[in-house]
Structures are given as C-alpha cells and as structure tokens.
C-alpha cells in the first residue's frame, strides 16, 4: 500500500484539503508532527495507529527515526499517512521522507497543505502582494540546517528584490536578519509583523519595523513578514467574538461536535471534556422493548433527549405503533430527531427541563391514563 505525505495544514483544522481528510480516514497508521492540530487525528479510525514523531515533543523521533518508522511501516501494506505541519514540500523534509521511500520501492503519493507562509499572514490580515506595492514574495527560512555550518541565503540579495519577505522559523536569528536585510538596502522603517501560533485560537501578532523587530519578545513557532504589506492591519480572525476565550465542552463526545463546531466558528478554542458517557442499558434494552410492546396502552410518549429519542425510535421499529398516542419532546434537539421520523411532537415545552414539561403540560391525563417517560 501506499505511504501518503499530507500537508495538515497551519494549524486551523478547517483548512486541511479535503483529499487529507479522505485519507486520514482510511488510515491504518497516522505518523504526525508537533505542528499538526491534534482533533486532525480524531479523523482517523478509531483502531488507527497514532505516532508522534514531533521533535521537540518528549521521546520525540529524529529525522532517521521517522525514515526507518516510514518504511517500517510502509512495508507492511497498510495505508500510512504522514501528516505534516502546513505544506509538506515547504521546509518540511518531505523531499527527503519521498526519496527514502522510493529507495525502498514503497510506492508515496504527496497531498500539498496550505502553508503557515501564507495561512498565518493571511488570518492576521496580512495580504503578502498587494496590487503595484508587494508584488512578489519570497518565502525563506531563518534557521538553516546548523551542521551545513554555512549560510546559503544571501539576505543582502532577499533585501534587493524588492517584495514581501515571509520568514519561517526566523525567530532565534531575527537580529542577525533584521541588520543583514537593512544592510542590503531595506530601510529600517520598513513595516516587519511576527505572527505567532496563526490559524490558530492562540494566535498572536506583533508589529514592529524592522529596524525594532529583533527587540520584541518574539517566540516560535512565528511566521515573520517583512515589507509594506506588513504595515496592513486587515484583522478579521482575532475580532471574532468569542477570541480568546476557551470554553469546555462537557456534552457526551456523540453530541458535541455540532455545539462544538459553532464555538470554533466564532473564534473560541474549545476542550471536550466529556461528563456524561452514553452506554447501553445494562438490560441490553430489554424495558424499554416490553415498554414499547405496549405503547398503545399509553395516551402520552416523553423523551426529554435527542439519545432517548434515537434509541426509543430504534426500539419502536414501526412508527404506525404510535398511533393514537400523543408525543411530547423536551429540547430542539429532541424534537428533531422525532421530526427527522416524520414524527411532530404535540407538545414541546419552552424551557427545555422537566419543569418545563410539568408547567406546560395539558390537563392531567384522565385517571387511569397513563404516561410513558
Ligand atoms: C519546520 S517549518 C514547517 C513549515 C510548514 N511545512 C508550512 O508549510 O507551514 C516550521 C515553521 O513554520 C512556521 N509555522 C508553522 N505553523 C505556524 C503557525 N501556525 N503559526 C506561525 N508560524 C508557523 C514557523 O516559522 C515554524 O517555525
């Protein structure tokens, strides 16, 4: 089988393409980095093999360890994505990840991602051309490999080219890089922004000039832009209104994502922290089967939730069983999951608790009426 290198993105995990998401879920194996959002994994199978070979994570994996773990895993024929932080072909090592495994006849197929390069600028409103004024970038890094011992970039040239600089990994060289772009022409009043963490609900942005950029208190991982563009304060991502704010999620992980996805939406960072687990009844079902035989004896059916709901429907089998009987619904999303039946409840009560039911509640059932809740 095949050993895919997928570009998981900057971080946002609504930006992974569609074809990572495709493969993430069929994945036997997921072998990701530090820089991959984490609910990326929950994609996967449930029974998939997760394996962080992030660097700087503890018992983080060297570059020859992920090559042998790479083809360990490829030879196996399982389907093997490799998921890697933005772009993988941009200062990822996915050229040398691709040639290990082509030496190793395992065949590789390589899935581009959208690159903190131009993502991070982008979500902090920091267009990298602009029409007459930046109309190039160039993307560079700022941490060359230490065992080269040598610089190839010739940031005296960079500073000549004339359009937006974008660094990556830039931050521990900064002052080097600042004084050696001033030193090829760029004036120090020239706009320079750090974007910290972008796309993400940490995200963070510093703007500076690059005469004052190297004074900051920058800190990895930072997309540096440099150039007029860099002076555009077009912010949208962190005015959302629930920025900044992280907020916990306590619902059953079944029912959270809907709540979930429109806390993200509007800009919060979420944590599911599940409080309630929904197991099957410890009589495999059995009460609520014999309940429903006799549904017909009832002149009222209640579910005060979408599982209750879900699970009486599925135990009822035959919605003509209900004939006759009138259905209340505590909740929007109770009542949903009976209309999705092509079921409307008689009664829906406005406030979703069971006071709510008793406050709402129609005469009291005749004597001898009963109720089944
Ligand atoms: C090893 S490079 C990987 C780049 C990645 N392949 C890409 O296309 O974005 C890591 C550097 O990318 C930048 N980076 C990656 N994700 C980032 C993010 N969410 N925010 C800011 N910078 C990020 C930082 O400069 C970081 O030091």
């Known amino acids: 089988m095949t050993v895919y ?5 900057p971080g946002d995990p609504g930006l992974l393409t569609r074809r990572g998401a495709e493969l993430l879920a069929i994945a036997d194996v997921v072998i990701y980095d530090r820089l991959s959002a984490p609910s990326l994994l929950d994609l996967a199978p449930a029974d998939a093999e997760r394996i962080n070979v992030g660097k700087r994570s503890p018992g983080g994996a060297t570059q020859d360890e992920i090559h042998e773990l790479l083809v360990r895993h490829g030879r196996t024929g399982r389907t093997v994505v490799r998921l890697k932080g933005g772009d993988p072909f941009v200062f990822a090592r996915g050229a040398e990840e691709m040639a290990v ?17 131009i993502a991070a600028p982008a979500y902090a409103g920091i267009p990298v051309t602009r029409r007459f004024s930046s109309t190039s970038f160039t993307v560079v890094t700022g941490h060359e490999d230490p065992t080269k011992g040598r610089t190839e970039v010739d940031w005296e040239s960079i500073a000549k080219v004339g359009g937006t600089i974008v660094i990556l990994m830039g931050v521990a060289n900064i002052d080097t890089i600042a004084a050696r772009l001033q030193a090829g022409g760029l004036a120090p009043d020239t706009p320079a922004a750090a974007v910290r963490w972008g796309t993400r609900p940490e995200q963070h942005t510093i703007r500076a000039t690059l005469g004052t950029i190297a004074a900051q208190p920058l800190a990895a991982p930072s997309v540096i832009v440099v150039g007029e563009v860099a002076g555009d304060d077009l912010a949208w991502y962190t005015h959302r209104p629930l920025f900044g704010r992280s907020i916990v999620v306590t619902r059953a992980p079944q029912q959270a994502s809907r709540l979930t996805d ?3 939406d509007r800009g919060a960072s979420v944590l599911g922290v599940p409080t309630i687990d929904i197991v099957d009844a410890a009589d495999g079902g059995a009460g609520l089967r014999a309940a429903l035989d006799r549904v017909g004896d009832y002149e009222w ?5 979408p599982n209750g709901a879900a699970r009486t429907l599925a135990a009822l089998g035959d919605a003509r069983r209900l004939a006759g009987v009138k259905l209340a619904a505590i909740g929007p999303g109770t009542a949903e999951v009976l209309t999705r039946s092509l079921l409307t409840p008689d009664l829906l009560p406005d406030r979703y608790v069971a006071e709510g039911l008793l406050e709402a509640f129609p005469d009291p059932p005749a004597p001898g009426a009963k109720v089944l809740l």
């Open 262 to 264: 429109r806390l993200h």
């Open 301 to 305: 059916l209640v579910v005060t939730s």
């Open 101 to 117: 495994l082509y030496e190793a006849g395992i065949p590789v197929e390589v899935v581009p991602g959208i690159t903190s390069a």
């Open 5 to 9: 290198l997928v570009g998981a993105g």
